[in-house]
């Protein structure tokens, strides 16, 4: 079975600087990948997401997200954070045959210092 | 065009009773998918619809049901409610099964059992 792992549970980072969370999946072959944000009492915004090509995916809200095959990984970055963008950031991995099923990562918390 | 629609937005029970949640998806969207999010176990897979037949199903006991309806709006349902159930349940929509579809959340239920 696919797992997702977001090393990092907390992150704090000034406004203005940059932000990259990182993730780790595991799965015998390439699967869909997205990365979700979720703000306080919310539901999951997606964005950006990754199925084929281009392994460089950009996204909204300035964030953009990289495709290693070779490290298995899915990091996200946005080169200059704004205080707006403090939330919690999951990574998620799907397969075709599996419909819309997802397997999320544990989610990493972003803090954003003034 | 109104987005994923869950109610009630928050619930209290007790232990043993039995609750329904309900969620509209974006109209035009025939799948519905269902999570649970707790703080210890993160987001899970419960289930997803397509034209009212259960696409798939997550790791979790039988009293947790769902079904959907010809109009596309979903209910879920737990049965015996155990302390352990206390958690945000958040419902996605997708006008296809395919991961190639957009998922769009609702802003979630607030379960909490006493």
């Known amino acids: 079975a696919q797992s997702v792992t977001q090393p990092d549970i907390h992150i704090t980072v000034s406004e203005g600087a940059s932000l990259e969370l990182r993730c780790n999946y595991s799965y015998g072959a390439t699967p869909y990948l997205f990365w979700y944000v979720q703000s306080p009492g919310q539901g999951l915004q997606l964005l950006l997401k990754?199925?084929?090509?281009?392994?460089l995916v950009q996204g909204i809200k300035g964030f953009e997200a990289e495709f290693k095959r070779s490290q298995s990984s899915f990091n996200l970055r946005k080169p200059s954070v704004h205080w707006s963008d403090a939330a919690e950031y999951f990574c998620a991995v799907g397969i075709k045959a599996a419909g819309n099923k997802l397997t999320f990562g544990g989610g990493t918390r972003v803090l954003v210092k003034p | 065009k109104a987005g994923v629609t869950q109610t009630p937005r928050y619930l209290i029970k007790t232990r043993g009773q039995q609750v329904t949640l309900s969620c509209s998806p974006i109209?035009?969207?025939?799948?519905v998918s269902w999570y649970q999010q707790t703080p210890g176990q993160g987001l899970q897979f419960l289930f997803e619809y397509f034209s009212e037949t259960q696409r798939n199903k997550g790791n979790f006991p039988g009293r947790f049901s769902g079904r959907q309806f010809s109009n596309s709006r979903s209910e879920m349902n737990v049965s015996t409610l155990e302390l352990g159930d206390s958690a945000l349940y958040l419902c996605?929509?997708?006008?296809?099964?395919?991961?190639?579809?957009?998922?769009?959340f609702g802003s979630g239920t607030q379960l909490s059992v006493l």
């Open positions: 990754y199925f084929s090509g281009d392994t």
């Open positions: 109209s035009g969207h025939r799948s």
């Open positions: 996605a929509s997708s006008p296809g099964t395919g991961l190639a579809e957009k998922l769009f």
